[in-house]
């Protein structure tokens, strides 16, 4: 019997799914660069001059249903004034996880979805609304090698945060072509 057919009788057969999909955080190398699935990537334009931080917040409540990470995540922490540029070294499919973003509206270079979250609200293809403290998960709809997040009425000045994820997935075409 050919190997493409009985790898999926068996998925089917042992009840298994066909793909497992897991969550992968930016690993914080600096407040200002990191790596996301080994992708490196490096943040610029801190339009205030504040000092960003990396501080750890949970990132496992309801609000991150859509992409749940641990109880204690590094984030980067920054002034809500800042207007953000995100600048990877290789196309990734991108998911942007705020936490505390203050009430303000926030525009995207990129198309972006909303998945999950609390006090976050679609205004358009790119733009997305924040009530105050606002969490949850953003989907950037393109894979991206780059993608600004501006502050259009520049929020306020105190600190808000946000990680950026990738998914990572195995399946039975990563079995089949011997990714595995």
């Known amino acids: 019997m050919n190997q493409r057919l009985i790898i999926p009788l068996l998925f089917l057969l042992l009840g298994l799914p066909s793909v497992n999909f897991a969550q992968i955080p930016a690993v914080w190398l600096t407040d200002t660069t990191g790596t996301l699935d080994g992708v490196p990537f490096v943040v610029e334009n801190y339009s205030t001059g504040n000092t960003p931080n ?41 998911y942007i996880l705020p936490k505390y973003w203050r009430t303000d509206t926030y525009g995207f270079s990129q198309e972006v979805e909303l998945l999950s979250g609390a006090n976050l609200t679609v205004v358009d293809v790119d733009t997305i609304s924040a009530a105050s403290y606002a969490d949850g998960v953003i989907h950037v709809i393109q894979p991206v090698t780059s993608i600004t997040i501006t502050s259009v009425n520049q929020g306020c000045c105190s600190s808000q945060a946000l990680n950026i994820g990738t998914m990572s997935g195995l399946g039975v075409h990563d079995i089949e072509t011997n990714k595995i």
């Open 54 to 94: 990396i501080i750890s917040y949970d990132l496992s409540t309801s609000d991150y249903s859509a992409f749940p990470l641990s109880s204690s995540q590094e984030c980067l922490d920054y002034s809500g004034f800042d207007d953000l540029r995100f600048v990877f070294d290789s196309p990734v499919n991108l």
